[in-house]
């Protein structure tokens, strides 16, 4: 193995991480590149979904609660771990993307490694790296990372670096043209959906769907601890069709003409295919990059779950419904931001 990912997933996570490195990982393997994950068990941990994408997984010991504060907390023994993997191989690049890992931990690997590569976008701690990756657009996104990385660091900033699916691309290519009303809404907030803001909205939006017709894709994730009830409400009308850990999600959004979700690496997922969308942020994480977009009038940016209600949701997509230049708009705002 020449090239090792190290990055995690749980319910507290989300697998959004594990989604972008996966992406990566196939591009890199396209290329003739050996690529291998380093994981620590957790549930909802995605390791067998890894595994299902054809990549050798190394897993760390498992634990109950928190992996965020854990691998902070106890980074000298998850980065023991990880290089009692590295050293068993001549490794070309770790590629690293987890918010719990820093400079100290980075450096105890630079002797198993030619090259550190970090994906990152909090830019709230330093790192000892080769190359930063952040996909996301920020106002300030030239200064962000002053002081935290080396001045000889490439960093690679932006959404014109956007780790996209190979089936967003194609997606693109057969794009519908907009056909000036509401018609099809696509409902999507990760796999893991924490906050449950999957259920809360449909609840909220049922009145609208029998009110203007509208079909409704609604998909989740394996690791969505509310699934089933969320499979349940879905059954009760005809016009909501449910979905749970599919591979074909990027042709859903392009079928849609209005998106709502989270935050996160989805959004780049959604102004990529030009889809508007109403955001809502499911961790803290997500609200710095939301009004940055929302500032570019490419997305309606609600709030962070816990200060958002249905009702919000329900009064956009009818003012929506009623003024469909303005969905134009965010459309065309979106292919604007990124190609």
Known sequence: MNIFIRVDASIEIGTGHVLRCLTLAHRLKKEGKQVAFICRGAEGDCIELIEKQGFQVYKLKSILGSLWTYVADYWERDVKETIDVLKQHEVEKLIIDHYSIDIKWEQATRPFTKEIIIIDDLANRKHDCDTLLDQNFYLNMETRYKGLVSSTTNLVLGPTYALLREEFIEAKKNLKAFSGKLERLFIFF??????????????????????????????????????????????????????????????????????????????????????????????????????????????????????????????????????????????????????
């Open 190 to 339: 990760g796999g893991s959906d924490p906050t449950n803001e999957t259920e809360k909205i449909l609840y909220s939006i049922m009145p609208l769907i029998e009110k203007y017709n509208f079909e409704v894709d609604v998909v989740v994730g394996n690791s969505n601890q509310n699934k089933k009830r969320i499979k349940d409400i879905s059954l009760t009308n005809k016009n909501i069709n449910f979905y749970c850990q599919i591979n074909n999600i990027a042709e859903l959004m392009a079928k849609a003409d209005i998106a709502i979700g989270a935050g996160g690496a989805t959004t780049w997922e959604r102004v990529f295919l030009g889809l508007p969308s109403i955001v809502i942020a499911v961790a803290m994480n997500q609200v710095e990059v939301a009004k940055a977009v929302a500032n570019m009038g490419a997305i309606i940016y609600l709030g962070v779950s816990n200060e958002v209600n249905g009702n919000q949701v329900l009064e956009n997509l009818e003012l929506l419904y009623r003024d469909s230049d303005e969905l134009s708009r965010i459309r065309k705002s979106c292919f604007n931001l990124i190609s």
